[in-house]
């Protein structure tokens, strides 16, 4: 109940968009999403997207892993 | 999966377990608050890869397993009412109640449906209307904005038949509650999904006030290690602050959209945890122009509140003064598919995921 | 155990087993260990004799139909047996007012099914029952399989040793999820098809290939756990999974994550599991992958020596937990 993954929306009609979870596809209310584009990935809960995953702070936090991958 | 396989990485978890090692210079406490960090704790085994000056315990983070035995009592009382039709997110069902589950009543042949999501319920009340539909509306401030929406949306379509049975609670209050029990702690590992919605200041007030850190953190592997990375280097720098580990998700303001209808359509309350009594304003109540949601307003119940099991130590598990293997029940009289308590029943709860996960040598 | 019969009963898992146990084999004086087919010796012959209820809903899912699970799931219990399944009965229950064209394509289902299996239906029965006295359609199918002796041992697992290899033939979960995207009532939608199949010519040109086979089961309702769980028993000692090794296909993966549940405890109909001596497992493999229901065969685990009867996982990122029987309720009415 409690648990929230990262989806990516396919379609938008009105306020409910298709959202996809490696091929499966699940509807999610954008009631709470800003300027929410085809293509996005958000947080999906309780069939709402509940926050968009920042593409920028998401690459930055794979970069700092790599670096500590390498400095092992 | 994008965002879920990086965060996955054998190799990256290596090297983050490398690195707790050699950070982790004396005895470390910390806390999670959140049930989808237990449960995350647990399904990867990050216990077994952490060296064992390191711990970690489960605080009342599981909003099935704080509803107190009244709350599940009541959905019952509802669901054996010929004209009501409980709507509920499925981890609720087996929750034991003084004397019975909504899983049981289901069995006996009241309309109880599972759903994924408030919306479903709504459109299920539409579909409905010589029914009344009740929404049992549990879960932090992660789920309660999207009830929110659907009691704005209720409102707008004019479903009167659609009801909550108002269970949602906010984290902030049971937190301090655990930090003035005097539980032994060094820092916590603040929920993710609660802060996508709220922001991170919510956490400001416990290193201001009570000099622990909080790092707010996501819910893969790689996540759970870095912030035990953080707090490791915050208590070893003396430095407790609320850092966001997180931060693909999680701002110090949060999403603000979400915050005005959640507040829109609640307002703080007193509220009952199991384990951990009244804590005030802990609670969400619809405010006065949604009031006709209430289920209690509109058909007032009159519950006796059977006494718990006494062996059941649910609730000092909850407030991470006990252990799941602490208490006489577990794995013998207190199991997954015969729960006598709530931390045994959701897959969130701590004893469930303890017995689930639990490692060989234990 | 509760006064009403619950779905959990019903699912594979622990409250199944315990129904079975203290009601039914109980009663019928079965002492012997349950395997997929009860093994009879008549004068000259070894048979394997089995049955099984279908009561999935929907009746139509993509990658099958109830006819043809039916028709399958008794094959392929015959199969894991070792046994070359040879005829089948069917019974049917039909709710009055059930739409003819549905019967005749599940029929012909059936009947297509078991031309490919190879297998004769040769008897049934049919009842029809009033409106609301059963949900549309329930059928049973019994199977009788010849057996060689020398295979007896394959389904009661005799002769499985520390070291031996564990080997899947594909992707779990994907029935249990096709079952339940067509339910359409979960508010999802997925591309995921049932892996629905006969599986007996595979199995048998690993038998007639290959010595090493221990064990065969398949893997059905409560998924790889429960199938894991019952062989530890069997066997007296412990298993070790690799979770990495274990396929999925990123739909089930998908789904799984988001409603919570694990692939290795959701229903197969086209999986069968093999135990395989230490030594054995690259030649299964390679005949495994060389058919279209075994091309992502995978060797995921072995079995371990020591007295604790336990499923161990090694998690995908380096941890271990313990991967116990499901319980509870799991998916009702996949099967």
Request: proline share 5%; net charge negative.
């Amino acid at each position: 109940m409690c648990l929230s993954i990262p989806v990516k929306i396919v379609s938008i009609e009105g306020t409910m968009a298709e959202v996809s979870a490696g091929g499966t596809l699940f509807r999610a209310g954008l009631h709470m999403i800003e300027d929410a584009k085809i293509g996005d990935y958000v947080l999906l809960h309780a069939g709402f997207a509940i926050q968009k995953i920042s593409e920028k702070e998401a690459e930055e936090t794979i970069r700092l892993f790599d670096e500590l991958n390498e400095s092992v | 999966m994008k965002y879920i396989d990086e965060y996955r990485d054998k190799k990256l978890i290596s090297a983050l377990t490398g690195q707790i090692r050699k950070s982790a210079l004396g005895d470390y406490t910390f806390m999670e608050v959140c049930g989808g960090h237990t449960a995350a704790i647990h399904r990867f085994g990050i216990h077994s890869l952490l060296p064992e000056n390191i711990k970690l315990i489960s605080g009342p983070g599981c909003p099935v397993c704080v509803s107190g035995t009244d709350f599940i009592d009541k959905a019952i009382a509802y669901s054996q009412m010929d004209y009501v039709i409980i709507t509920s997110f499925g981890d609720l069902l087996r929750i034991p109640g003084s004397s019975a589950s909504l899983e049981k009543m289901k069995a006996a042949g009241a309309d109880v449906r599972i759903v994924l999501s408030a919306l479903e319920a709504l459109d299920i009340a539409q579909d409905n209307p010589s029914k009344k539909v009740v929404f049992p509306a549990i879960g932090f401030e992660t789920t309660a904005p999207g009830t929110a929406v659907t009691v704005i949306q209720a409102s707008k379509s004019k479903t009167e038949n659609f009801f909550l049975l108002c269970g949602h609670k906010v984290m902030p209050p049971a937190m301090e509650a655990i930090i003035k029990e005097g539980v032994r702690l060094d820092g916590f590992i603040c929920p993710g999904h609660v802060a996508a919605i709220t922001g991170s200041a919510i956490f400001d007030f416990i290193p201001e006030k009570y000099n622990l850190g909080c790092v707010v953190t996501g819910f893969e592997p790689a996540d759970l290690l870095q912030s035990i990375l953080m707090l490791i280097r915050q208590v070893n720098s003396r430095t407790p602050a609320v850092e966001i580990q997180y931060n693909r998700v999680v701002t110090e303001g949060g999403n603000k959209l979400a915050q005005k209808s959640l507040y829109e359509v609640f307002e703080p309350c007193d509220m009952q945890w199991r384990g951990l009594g009244l804590i005030p304003l802990s609670g969400l109540a619809l405010k006065k122009e949604f009031r006709m949601f209430d289920i209690e307003k509109s058909i007032p119940l009159n519950i006796e509140v059977l006494q718990e099991n006494e062996q059941c130590i649910c609730g000092e598990i909850l407030r991470g003064i006990k252990r799941p293997p602490d208490c006489q029940l577990f794995a013998n009289l207190c199991l997954p598919e015969n729960p006598v308590g709530a931390c045994m029943v959701s897959p969130e709860g701590s004893c469930n995921t303890y017995y689930k996960y639990r490692l060989a040598n234990e | 155990m509760n006064e009403f019969i619950t779905l959990a009963q019903g699912n594979g898992g622990k409250q199944a087993h315990e129904l079975i146990r203290k009601v039914f084999a109980e009663s019928f004086g079965m002492t012997k260990p349950l395997t997929d087919s009860a093994i009879l010796e008549e004068s000259g012959f070894t048979l394997a004799f089995t049955t099984d209820s279908y009561v999935v809903d929907p009746l139509f899912f993509p990658g099958g139909d109830i006819g043809k699970l039916a028709l399958c799931g008794t094959v392929n219990d015959l199969a894991v047996s070792g046994a070359d399944p040879e005829y089948i009965a069917a019974s049917f229950i039909i709710e009055e007012g059930f739409p003819l064209s549905d019967l005749k394509n599940i029929v012909r289902s059936m009947s297509r099914e078991a031309s490919k299996a190879g297998v004769r239906i040769v008897t049934g029965d049919t009842k029809v029952v009033e409106k609301g006295k059963c949900d549309k359609l329930f059928i049973t199918t019994s199977g009788i399989g010849i057996l060689d002796q020398e295979k007896e041992n394959i389904s009661t697992g005799k002769e499985i040793k520390p070291g031996d290899k564990i080997i899947i033939n594909g992707p779990l979960g994907n029935h249990a999820i096709a079952v339940l995207g067509a339910r359409k009532n979960l508010g999802f939608t997925t591309p995921v098809a049932s892996d629905c199949a006969s599986l007996n010519h595979l199995i048998k040109s690993v038998l007639d290939k290959c010595n090493g086979v221990r064990f065969m089961r398949d893997v059905t309702r409560g998924g790889l756990a429960t199938v894991l769980n019952e062989l530890t028993e069997i066997y007296g000692s412990g298993i070790k999974i690799n979770e990495s090794a274990v396929p999925v296909d990123e739909p089930v993966k998908g789904l799984c994550e988001m409603l919570g549940f694990d692939p290795l405890y959701l229903a197969n109909e086209g999986k069968v599991l093999f135990v395989v001596g230490k030594g054995e497992e690259e030649k299964v493999l390679n005949i495994l992958r060389s058919d279209p229901l075994g091309r992502d065969s995978s060797i995921i685990g072995e079995i371990v020596p020591g007295k604790e009867k336990l499923v161990i996982l090694n998690t995908s990122v380096g941890g271990s937990r313990i991967l116990d029987m499901p319980s509870g309720l799991q998916l009702p009415r996949i099967c």
